[in-house]
């Protein structure tokens, strides 16, 4: 799992940056067009101009310590450009990770376990749910696998800085990997001891908010983020493809055809095959932890889809238990498995045109995911109302409305995005985080809200009546809506002055 | 020789089947959607 370069040879610069060299390549053949200036804006990538670093977060802490980070970086360099640097990064950080496990004299196999890791089904659905704390993640994951390998607090504090940057899913993710790897270790009991330790001190951030919160999680969530089948081989087929995300509208153009679930399917079970030559060739204490991490992160995918009630009762006994609901996100050791097992093959100048195999086999994922990733900039109404509020120094919270956590903007080309107000204020921001799932199956599924606020401001707004007094006793000061000529809410808000009307937004202080 | 044979077969089978794909959804354009209240998502 440690690659040594065999002694007396001497590489040229070229071929070893060449890991990262087509990590960005990769990067920018994906992102194509969200490289253009502007924001990319899709579901949970939501990035905004000039975000504030001081920020009432209160409620579940969703995107601690990877906002803050964001706000930080977006002080001296432009946030658009802060977003771009991130998302090139994870494909960088992704091929390089997945190169650095490969022994160093291989460069055709080193190359496609980087090319397999950084443009695989796993990858593409995340970033098109725009799930990109996640990815950091994931990409920082072979160099925590590495780390986890070796020994050393410091090694392992940095390859686990990614994680501590995406937040609470990505640590989860990492840990998984970690772990059975840390307890193949030689040193075992030191490994563990090490690797949780600084993985419970990088995840203070949001542990200590998370456990003050005073959040529920809805066993209805498994219904919602259970893997389900994304192509004609059934959940468990779509998930050794790498696929299986709970959101049909997370998938790659064309993915779902028999062909290119057959071909993905092919390649994955050709590179189990040679993962599993491999570990019978090498012995490599880590690489049997990596294939331990893929086999349950597997597992934990298919919890939710085939025993969905055992999760629920899990999580209706202690909510610590609610991220095991979306299980795709699991499946992250078994794409480092993939990538590894695949490059087991590649020898030579023909391996190396192996490289191009990842590409072929899930075309779709260029450009942008053929046009789902975009760039879009705020309107300046957007800019206006963020200026008046984080200028005004009194106290009060602020609601956004209308009462839904997802927006369509025609600015946004018609991309579904979480509510950008969520983001982009100073003060406690509230809004409805009750997710709203159509199933095709049953219907549609609401999945309480968590922020406790936010249950007590949505009772007060469903209320008949003024709802102006009721919400300013409850410590709020501005409502923000949008989209407001289609508002009910503003039916209750008749008697409370305008202090900003935009084209599609207008701000009420109480 | 047989596998370069192999490797050009399997390099044609994939670059086809990519081409077909492309083609396939590159056809369709997305229509914007005209409602302020959305789902997270489709299952």
Redesign the interface.
């Known amino acids: 799992m440690i690659p040594e370069i065999s002694v007396g040879k001497q590489r040229s610069l070229l071929v070893r940056l060449s890991p990262a060299l087509l990590g960005v390549l990769l990067g920018m053949l994906a992102l194509g067009p969200a490289l253009a200036p502007g924001f990319t804006l899709r ?1 949970d990538m939501v990035f905004v101009p000039d975000p504030p670093i001081f920020r009432d977060l209160g409620g579940f802490p969703r995107s601690v310590p990877s906002d803050l980070v964001v706000a930080v970086l977006s002080y001296p360099i432009p946030a658009m450009l802060v977003q771009k640097l991130i998302l090139l990064g994870i494909f960088l950080l992704a091929a390089t990770g997945a190169a650095a496990l490969v022994p160093r004299d291989r460069t055709a196999a080193r190359l496609v376990a980087a090319a397999f890791y950084a443009w695989n089904l796993y990858l593409a659905q995340r970033l098109l ?1 725009g799930q990109w704390a996640l990815l950091l993640g994931y990409a920082g994951l072979p160099w925590a696998v590495r780390a986890a390998a070796q020994s050393g607090v410091r090694r392992f504090a940095i390859a686990l800085i990614p994680a501590a940057v995406g937040g609470f899913q990505a640590m989860l993710v990492t840990l998984l990997a970690v772990l059975p790897v840390t307890a193949r270790h030689p040193e075992r009991w030191r490994a563990i001891a090490t690797a949780s330790t600084v993985a419970a001190v990088f995840s203070l951030p949001w542990l200590i908010p998370a456990l003050r919160s005073g959040a529920a999680t809805d066993p209805a969530g498994v219904d ?1 983020f259970a893997a ?1 089948a994304d192509g004609p081989f059934g959940t468990v087929g779509s998930l050794l493809s790498l696929g299986g995300i ?5 998938g790659v ?2 993915q779902g ?1 028999w ?2 679930a057959t ?1 993905r399917l092919l390649v994955s079970a050709i590179a189990i095959w040679g993962f599993a030559r491999l570990l019978r060739r090498s012995r490599d204490p880590a690489l049997s932890g990596l294939a331990v991490a893929a086999a349950l992160g597997l597992g934990i995918a298919c919890l939710g889809a085939f025993l969905p009630d055992a999760l629920k009762t899990l999580i209706s006994w202690w909510p610590a238990f609610g991220p095991l609901r979306d299980g795709q996100v699991y499946l992250a050791p078994l794409a480092l498995v993939l990538a590894l097992g695949l490059a087991s093959f590649a020898r030579g100048r ?1 391996g190396l ?1 192996a490289v ?2 990842p ?3 899930l ?2 994922l ?1 450009i942008g995911a ?3 990733l975009t760039a879009a900039d705020y309107p300046a109404e957007w800019r206006q109302v963020q200026r008046i509020v984080n200028a005004d120094p009194a106290p009060g919270a602020l609601v956004s409305l ?1 009462w ?5 903007f ?1 600015w946004t ?2 991309q ?1 995005i979480l509510d950008p107000a969520t983001k982009l204020f100073a003060r406690r921001v509230v809004w409805n985080d009750t ?6 199956e049953s219907g ?1 599924i609401a999945v309480t809200a968590e922020d406790p606020l936010a249950r007590r401001v949505g009772a007060l707004l469903a209320e008949p009546g003024p709802a102006a007094p009721r919400l300013a006793a409850a410590g709020i000061r501005y409502i923000l809506v ?2 407001a000529n ?2 009910e809410f503003l039916l209750k808000l008749q008697d409370v002055t305008p202090i900003f009307r935009g084209e599609s937004l207008l701000l009420l202080r109480l | 020789m047989l596998k370069v044979f192999v490797a050009v077969a399997i390099g044609a089978v994939l670059a086809g089947l990519a081409s077909a794909a492309v083609i396939n959804v590159a056809s369709p354009s997305l229509e914007p959607p005209d409602k302020p209240l959305y789902n997270y998502g489709t299952r």
């Open positions: 579901y749910l919602a389900r709970w959101n049909a509208e997370a153009p064309g055809s062909a290119s071909i023909f045109a191009v195999v590409v072929l086999v075309p779709t260029a053929f046009g789902r209308p839904r956590a997802h927006r369509v025609r080309g018609g579904v997710l709203m799932i159509e199933s095709r549609t949008s989209h289609e508002n």
